[in-house]
């Protein structure tokens, strides 16, 4: 089994950045993409980000492209997302996520069978 804990998060003006992470434990060798997904109250979950070690890269959602950043690093088991220039609507439960969906499935959360508990980002105005 993979375990995800997310880290980071919390409170932030618009226009500022913050950081969250995903580090990942057990049974990872089966993994090969991690996303990153959010949930405002009273709407879906819904893609932020994506990266792929098997070769399709990164992926994001249109609303945060260019704001937010996706990496890795694999010698810590750790995916971070930062993110900058924040705006209220990005205020949102983020949640880590993982699986091995095709390239033209990153941004499906149905094809991500394993995730974080969520963290909270609260962007004030």
């Known amino acids: 089994q993979v375990q995800l804990v997310e880290s980071g998060g919390g409170l932030v003006q618009a226009g500022g950045s913050l950081s969250v992470s995903c580090t990942t434990s057990?049974?990872?060798?089966?993994?090969?993409?991690m996303a990153w997904f959010r949930q405002a109250p009273g709407k879906e979950r819904e893609f932020v980000a994506a990266?792929?070690?098997?070769?399709?890269?990164?992926a994001y959602a249109d609303s945060v492209k260019g704001r937010f950043t996706i990496s890795r690093d694999s010698a810590k088991n750790t995916v971070y997302l930062q993110m900058s220039s924040l705006k209220p609507e990005d205020t949102a439960i983020y949640y880590c996520?993982?699986?091995?969906?095709?390239?033209?499935?990153?941004?499906?959360?149905?094809?991500?069978?394993?995730w974080g508990q969520g963290i909270q980002v609260t962007v004030s105005s």
């Open positions: 996520a993982a699986g091995n969906p095709i390239t033209s499935q990153l941004r499906s959360r149905y094809q991500y069978p394993t």
């Open positions: 057990g049974r990872t060798n089966n993994i090969y993409v």
């Open positions: 990266y792929s070690w098997r070769g399709a890269g990164t």
